[in-house]
């Protein structure tokens, strides 16, 4: 069923909300009709029939706890079966909606909306009426899938079908997610798709690079603070819990952080609770955690440098990215896919690839993974002669090249080798670190941590 033909019924206790709605509603649908009282709705439903219903999540009366709005729809289901239910939710109350879902509500909300996408959400749930179909009763239907490849998001190899697999199964559910994978892999791009996937989408995928935090900013920035803290705790500050509340919490480099810290995460995780720093007053959580490392999580934990009741907090679900080097199909549609990219970008046509080019990037052992290839591809399309990339087009990372001919020249330890290569990459770079770290294949946070290690 198309918008324009759709009769909409609105159930809030706000009157601004019912007003908002009216206004919205009288151009784009057939007939809106609001109801302040959810009382009047069984009343209302006897007397006409309404292709969707949008049901506030909230009644004065219950203060906040969604019971009421379950219960309505409850009521909803029974008398009308045929008419699809959308919740209307504070920010949040997500968990509730997410509760609204299996029981029966087409799709949910969050207020403050943008009016276009209330309308796309009323279109969307048309759509099964459309099909001759009654609305979905019972548990929810899935959404409509989302190819990955709208989240550039790109592997054909069976390895990468799989982590695609476990991504589809996992986004809907409130499991936590470790992410597990070598520098360059996608961590970061799968916990977008995750976030993107979730019934958590509409609300913020907040990022906390934890190698980036030392010690003494921790605590502020991931609990927030009150203002008179510290010294330089000029105002209340909102940490990154509190900010993805309703939303996504994705805590990068997880594998970095100090014992200490580990014990300050564990707590909060276990009482889902923070405590700003200078309050006593304890913030209750509401957040979706992945958390990604390219440590070896497992041997840390071995060597007692990482806590595993930690570990059993992240890993509800692990998922694990296979390097590049395992899935030499994938290097070429990546290959392909950042030429395509690249040459738009720098206005050129899209180049083809030589044979002999295309078995290169096979072969080569790619330490930088997927972030190495982008800037691979992105120098040859830069430099290339002509619309045709050649094996000369490509350069490896100057610390692979330096790897691999140290490797015939004898016993030289792998710490010196990569400091040195550091040391020279900045060099060429006259000191310029994010130049250096897109030589070397690295984020410049990656980088940073190896200036540390090697006391640079
Ligand atoms: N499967 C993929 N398809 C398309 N692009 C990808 C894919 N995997 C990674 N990339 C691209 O490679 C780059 C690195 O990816 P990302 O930052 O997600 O990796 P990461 O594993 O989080 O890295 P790090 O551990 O260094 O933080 C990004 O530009 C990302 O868009």
Redesign the pocket.
């Known amino acids: 069923m198309i918008l324009k033909k759709a009769r909409v019924l609105v159930v809030d206790d706000d009157t601004d909300v019912l007003f908002a709605m009216r206004m919205l509603l009288r151009t784009e649908v057939q007939e809106v009709v609001t109801e302040k009282n959810p009382e009047l709705l069984l009343s209302l439903l006897s007397k006409q029939r309404f292709d969707v219903i949008l049901l506030d999540m909230n009644y004065k009366s219950t203060l906040g706890t969604g019971n009421e709005g379950l219960y309505w729809l409850g009521r909803i289901r029974e008398k009308a079966p045929g008419s699809a239910v959308i919740m209307i939710t504070a920010h949040g109350e997500v968990s509730t909606a997410v509760r609204s879902l299996k029981a029966g509500a087409t799709d949910f909300l969050v207020k403050p909306w943008h009016n276009a996408q209330l309308l796309d959400t009323l279109a969307a749930a048309l759509q099964p009426l459309e099909a001759g179909k009654a609305a979905p009763a019972g548990p929810a239907a899935p959404r409509r899938p989302a190819s990955f490849a709208e989240f ?4 054909e190899s069976a390895a ?1 079908q799989e982590v695609f697999h476990k991504i589809e199964k996992v986004a809907p559910t409130e499991a936590n997610i470790l992410l597990l ?1 070598e ?7 799968v916990a977008k798709a995750i976030h993107q996937k979730s019934f958590r989408a509409a609300l913020p995928l907040v990022t906390a690079d934890l190698a980036a935090m030392s010690e003494g900013i921790f605590e502020s920035e991931l609990f927030g603070h009150r203002k008179g803290a510290f010294t330089d705790a000029r105002e209340d500050r909102t940490g990154r819990f509190a900010a993805a509340s309703g939303g996504t919490l994705f805590l ?1 480099e997880i594998g970095n952080i100090s014992l200490a810290q580990q014990a300050k995460l564990l707590t909060v995780l276990q009482n889902r609770e923070v405590l700003p720093v200078g309050s006593n007053v304890p913030v209750p959580i509401d957040i979706r955690l992945i958390s ?1 490392t ?1 440590a070896p999580l497992y041997e840390l934990a071995a060597e007692q440098r990482f806590r595993k009741d930690l570990i059993y907090r992240l890993n509800t679900v692990e998922i694990t ?1 296979p390097p590049l080097r395992a899935r030499a199909d994938d290097v070429l549609l ?1 290959a392909r ?1 950042f030429a395509g990219i690249y040459a738009a970008r720098n206005r050129k046509p899209t180049p083809d690839f030589e044979p002999a080019t295309l078995t290169k990037l096979r072969q080569h052992h790619w330490p930088g993974n ?2 190495e290839l ?1 800037h691979a591809v992105e120098r040859a399309v830069i430099l290339a002669e002509d619309d045709v990339l050649r094996p000369h087009d490509f350069h490896f990372s100057a610390m692979d090249a330096l790897a691999v001919t140290t490797l015939s020249e004898g016993p030289l330890q792998l710490n010196e080798v990569e400091k040195a290569t550091i040391l020279r990459v900045i060099e060429r770079h006259n000191g310029n670190i994010t130049k250096a770290a897109k030589e070397l294949g690295l ?1 410049r946070t ?1 980088l940073y941590r190896r200036l540390e290690k090697h006391d640079l």
Do not use: F, Y
């Not at 520098?183 to 791009?189: D, H, P």
């Open positions: 550039s998001l790109l592997g990468m994978g520098n360059g892999t996608g961590k970061e791009l990068d990604a390219n990215l990546l896919h997927v972030r982008q984020t990656a």
